[in-house]
T-cell receptor, first 112, second 114 residues
Framework: DAKTTQPTSMDCAEGRAANLPCNHSTISGNEYVYWYRQIHSQGPQYIIHGLKNNETNEMASLIITEDRKSSTLILPHATLRDTAVYYCIVRVGTGTASKLTFGTGTRLQVTL | DAGVTQSPTHLIKTRGQQVTLRCSPKSGHDTVSWYQQALGQGPQFIFQYYEEEERQRGNFPDRFSGHQFPNYSSELNVNALLLGDSALYLC?????????????FGPGTRLTVT
């Protein structure tokens, strides 16, 4: 699985958009970008995933650059409950493998 | 619909002892993966069980073993505990063979080795 690079921490004011970047310059053509988050003392929670097109669901939007070497997770209106560690993961999205390789993630602090 | 459940919530063991952690997957899921999360780190993959067999394994010694039962629940066993085994142990369930992209995680078992 390709290695990802994320900032260690970020701050965001409540109600504003939180934009979390991720670099994955060695991504292969069959690898998907996944985002999970982990709120303190809980297990990780799936947010969104994509291959090359931008994706949106009820939680967030995922913007993947055309060369697929980086992506941005967007939380459109961050709330205090979005304070968590956000993990960007790249892995093969189909087939038998479902292992997730976590890095250290980005610690997002949402403030009043 | 119950999500992934794990037991116990917390556990304290002494070096050299053995421990068994338990996981019940989300209803309808047949694959269970185990992860170890040390303080301040991201979860690290231990192994995955599907159809009662270990299908993938991460870089963990043989002291870590597991089992999956016919009802898809799973156990993680750790023998000869070391201080470095102190961590949060997470169980995640999914549908096997890549039929779903999303893994559902339980709340974890906090293991402290003294």
């Amino acid at each position: 699985d390709a290695k990802t690079t994320q900032p260690t921490s970020m701050d965001c004011a409540e109600g504003r958009a939180a934009n979390l970047p991720c670099n994955h310059s060695t991504i292969s053509g069959n690898e998907y970008v996944y985002w999970y988050r982990q709120i303190h003392s809980q297990g990780p929670q799936y947010i969104i995933h994509g291959l090359k097109n931008n994706e949106t669901n009820e939680m967030a939007s995922l913007i993947i650059t055309e060369d697929r070497k980086s992506s941005t997770l967007i939380l459109p209106h961050a709330t205090l409950r979005d304070t968590a560690v956000y993990y960007c993961i790249v892995r093969v999205g189909t087939g038998t493998a479902s292992k997730l390789t976590f890095g250290t993630g980005t610690r997002l602090q949402v403030t009043l | 619909d119950a999500g992934v459940t794990q037991s116990p919530t917390h556990l304290i063991k002494t070096r050299g002892q053995q421990v068994t952690l338990r996981c019940s997957p989300k209803s309808g899921h047949d694959t269970v993966s185990w992860y170890q999360q040390a303080l301040g780190q991201g979860p690290q993959f231990i192994f995955q069980y599907y159809e009662e067999e270990e299908r993938q394994r991460g870089n963990f010694p043989d002291r870590f073993s597991g089992h999956q039962f016919p009802n898809y629940s799973s156990e993680l066993n750790v023998n000869a505990l070391l201080l470095g085994d102190s961590a949060l142990y997470l169980c995640a369930s999914s549908l096997g063979l890549g039929r779903t992209y999303e893994q559902y995680f339980g709340p974890g078992t906090r293991l402290t080795v003294t």
